[in-house]
């Protein structure tokens, strides 16, 4: 069964970084399709970016320019790095995997001054 751990969250101004990592366990990461979701409160969970086994990418459009997403297979960990970042960034960050439904604790980032 696989097990995905998010790290990286925390507090940051406006206009800041950070990476989150999402480290998974288990078999067939290197030809798992890996996205970010994130949910403010009072919002629905949303998908940020999802990356394919061939490193395919795709971005919702209010991310589009600021946020990066990568695997390193021999690692099993998928990275997003957000540069940019705005208050309306504000949220828990979830790690998913596709295949078969699994999702992490999640980590919260906060954007702030």
């Known amino acids: 069964q696989v097990q995905l751990v998010e790290s990286g969250g925390g507090l940051v101004q406006p206009g800041g970084s950070l990476r989150l990592s999402c480290a998974a366990s288990g078999a067939f990461f290197s030809i798992s399709y890996i996205d970010w979701y994130r949910q403010a409160p009072g919002k629905q969970r949303e998908l940020v970016a999802g990356i394919g086994s061939g490193g395919r990418t795709n971005y919702a459009d209010s991310v589009k320019g600021r946020f990066t997403i990568s695997r390193d297979n021999a690692e099993k960990t998928v990275y997003l790095q957000m540069n940019s970042l705005k208050p309306e960034d504000t949220a828990v960050y979830y790690c998913?995997?596709?295949?078969?439904?699994?999702w992490g604790q999640g980590t919260q980032v906060t954007v702030s001054s």
């Open positions: 998913h995997r596709m295949g078969d439904d699994a």
